[in-house]
């Protein structure tokens, strides 16, 4: 029911425009410093832990390159990263719609003629879907300078063989499975999020349940969409 | 004018409103008046459509609330102010964008009409240059004040205030009360107001209705309302020690 109400077209286009812009700005340019840190330092982890593992001669040093690029597009930034935008934006949306509800702006929004849900969750929800993908690729970008930074100032790996390797059997079809997937997991934080936090009742203490449940719940349906996804896209 | 009949609404088996009929007069401040808990806010939010209710049928002028559908109650809202208890002002935006947003989102007024709208509503509640205030940098009465400026911008037929007093000193409650009053009769609306205050009964109750357990329980004016024989009126009414060393 709920959807139904946010799926609506919008009162005003230029309303619109103005808040799905604003949203962008808060639930995507405002993550982009966490992103780029844990990116950046996973990144850095995952290449040197693959070079701790290889200890067999007959493996080429460039295996850390192409590793760290596999787990780093594959799974990493879609995945884990959108994990931690559950909880970043999640809990943001949550709280922001659940203090709302129960200041009673949602209800003056109502009195006055306007699709709460809507003009609510509505932008949200588009501005996810629009930017998640630019934090994602940004997220990629990093983690992967983040492995090569680390291996070049470790002395582990040479920066011709970490290039070699991240340019070895590149598949164009992995970014576009990236970013399916973090397309899917931006609508699932945005529209989980809004739920709880459009529907809290009570004070203080439930906007902070809803803001609980919203991370939660978003972070339980991102893995099982992960597990369905990856099925039904790489097999 | 505002009418609800027999109208009756529960809560998980518990009876908030029992059959409760009332008429709210246009150009009048009519109060809805009774102990907290006693279902004078279940009976504002079943006019308003905040809630809906189990049984009877609201009129807003004759036009049937309870059979109306979302897009048809979206348009009669447009006619509708409301006072809500806290203010309700929307925290990210400052004083101008609060009283401007039912301008912004149903009017196509350019933007300086819009101002001079906004300008005009928040000169009418007595505030000047507030216009770029945030909501968290206003007083209590201010903010109750943006509140009835954001309920008028759009020229309402019906105005509702849930305790428009809660949280005010009596000066300032009497501010608020006065100014109700005044809009009420300058633009010929139908004024409801929810409150416990018997200063604001006194002084605005044009029409007063007493709910008690959910029932509409005696009707009158802020005249009649002092010489009231009823009991548990007059237990609500003279309840308090300043009222009852005046009432001896």
């Known amino acids: 029911m709920l959807m139904k109400r946010v799926f609506t077209r919008p009162q005003k286009r230029v309303i619109f425009t103005n808040q799905l812009l604003t949203e962008i700005n808060n639930l995507g340019v405002d993550s982009l410093g966490i992103v780029a840190f844990i990116s950046m330092f996973m990144g850095a982890v995952v290449a040197i832990q693959t070079a701790y593992n290889i200890d067999n001669p007959l493996i080429p040093m460039s295996m850390v390159g192409f590793t760290t690029r596999q787990s780093i597009i594959l799974e990493f930034s879609p995945t884990v990263i959108s994990l931690i935008l559950a909880g970043k934006v999640g809990s943001r949306i949550a709280s922001e719609i659940g203090t709302m509800r129960v200041t009673e702006q949602i209800d003056a929004l109502e009195i006055m003629g306007v699709n709460s849900a809507n003009y609510l969750i509505f932008p949200k929800i588009i501005a996810s879907i629009l930017i998640n993908p630019v934090l994602i690729i940004f997220s990629m970008w990093l983690g992967i300078l983040g492995g090569w930074i680390a291996m070049t100032a470790s002395g582990l790996v040479s920066t011709n063989d970490f290039v070699r390797g991240i340019r070895v059997d590149f598949e164009g079809y992995t970014i576009f499975y990236a970013l399916t997937k973090t397309v899917v997991f931006a609508f699932i934080i945005s529209s989980v999020s809004g739920f709880f936090g459009y529907e809290t009742k009570g004070g203080a203490l439930e906007v902070g349940q809803a803001s609980t449940k919203a991370v939660v719940f978003s972070s339980v349906i991102i893995i099982l969409f992960n597990l369905i996804l990856t099925q039904l896209l790489l097999t | ?248």
Request: aromatic content about 8%; proline content about 2%; some cysteine.
């Open chain 2, 1 to 248: 004018m505002i009418e609800a009949r027999n109208i009756e609404k529960s809560f998980g088996g518990h009876h908030v409103l029992k059959n409760a009929s009332c008429l709210f007069e246009k150009g009048k401040t009519n109060l809805i008046i009774g102990q907290s808990g006693s279902g004078k806010t279940v009976l504002m939010k079943c006019l308003v459509g905040l809630f809906e209710v189990d049984k009877g049928k609201i009129f807003y002028d004759d036009r049937d609330f309870t059979t109306m559908n979302f897009e048809q109650r979206k348009t009669l809202r447009r006619e509708i102010g409301m006072l809500f208890q806290g203010g309700a002002l929307f925290d990210s935006m400052n004083v101008e964008q609060n009283v401007m947003f039912p301008l912004n989102m149903f009017t196509t007024k350019s933007l300086k009409e819009k101002q001079e709208r906004v300008n005009f509503v928040l000169h009418r509640v007595n505030l000047e240059n507030v216009n770029s205030l945030m909501p968290s940098e206003l007083s209590g009465g201010m903010r109750k004040r943006v509140a009835i400026a954001r309920a008028i911008a759009m020229n309402p037929q019906y105005l509702f205030c849930d305790e428009p007093n809660s949280g005010l000193d009596p000066q300032t409650s009497g501010v608020i009360d006065h100014l109700i009053r005044e809009i009420t009769q300058e633009y010929n609306i139908t004024t409801i107001v929810n409150t416990h205050d018997m200063n604001s009964v006194l002084s605005i109750g044009d029409r007063v209705v007493f709910i008690l357990n959910g029932e509409l329980w005696w009707k009158g004016n802020m005249e009649t309302i002092l010489h009231t024989d009823n009991p548990e009126l007059n237990k609500f009414v003279f309840g308090t020690e300043l009222t009852s060393r005046l009432k001896q």
